[in-house]
């Protein structure tokens, strides 16, 4: 069954260093999302990607944070300058959004912040 | 936004007991899937429901889009269905993304 990949999956930084994370979503989707979840509490929503640009952000999304598709197959989240409060859980996600629309999750990149 | 409630918060069951995890949202919804969230975090689909009942083994779900719930049916428990069980819903009036209740943690002991 096809998967949504990510990487790295744990990665630890200084505060104010950048991070990307990476996504390689299932090849026929069309919609992106990058998700986080902080240790213990619920998952949240960042932003959602279509047709090459930002279709949906959140609050949290603020402008530390950019997405990219660099590629006809990865899809990246920079955190510009990271906080010790940026630690979590990110998923990135994707759906095709035709018929069924469930949306596949990755297995997740662990942030820890030091 | 909408608003997702999920109950109980906490469920601890002795394994091969049935259990029922509920999931209210305040709102008309285009999609609901439920998800396992398991002890080294990966998000597992269960299933796609934003109406109707669908059975996958020991698991069911049944959502009631008219009156805004779905329930999350677990027949005969195992240790292995530990874990959180998070309801995800994507509001019919806002854009394309899911947003997550807080989880319900089911411990299940041998």
């Known amino acids: 069954e096809p998967e949504v990949t990510q990487t790295p999956s744990h990665q630890v930084t200084q505060m104010g260093q950048e991070v990307i994370l990476r996504c390689v979503p299932i090849s026929n989707h069309l919609y992106f999302y990058w998700y986080r979840q902080i240790l213990g509490q619920k998952v949240e929503f960042l932003v959602s990607f279509y047709n090459n640009e930002i279709s949906e952000k959140s609050e949290i999304f603020d402008d530390q944070f950019s997405v990219e598709r660099p590629d006809g197959s990865n899809f990246t989240l920079k955190i510009r300058s990271t906080k010790l409060e940026d630690s979590a859980m990110y998923f990135c996600?994707?759906?095709?959004?035709?018929?069924?629309?469930?949306?596949?999750f990755g297995e997740g990149s662990w942030l820890t912040v030091v | 936004g909408i608003q997702v409630e999920q109950s109980p918060p906490d469920l601890i069951l002795q394994e091969g007991a049935n259990s029922t995890l509920r999931c209210n949202f305040s709102?008309?919804?285009?999609?609901l899937q439920w998800f396992h969230q398991n002890p080294w975090g990966q998000l597992i689909n269960l299933f796609y429901?934003?109406?109707g009942t669908k059975q996958n083994g020991r698991l069911s779900a049944t959502t009631v889009a008219t009156e805004r719930y779905s329930l999350l049916y677990i027949s005969s428990s195992q240790t292995t269905d530990s874990g959180v069980y998070f309801c995800?819903?994507?509001?019919?009036?806002?854009?394309?993304?899911?947003?997550f209740g807080k989880g319900t943690t089911l411990s299940v002991s041998s």
């Open positions: 996600a994707s759906t095709r959004r035709t018929g069924e629309n469930t949306i596949y």
């Open positions: 709102d008309s919804v285009n999609n």
């Open positions: 995800a819903v994507e509001d019919s009036q806002a854009g394309t993304a899911l947003i």
């Open positions: 429901i934003p109406s």
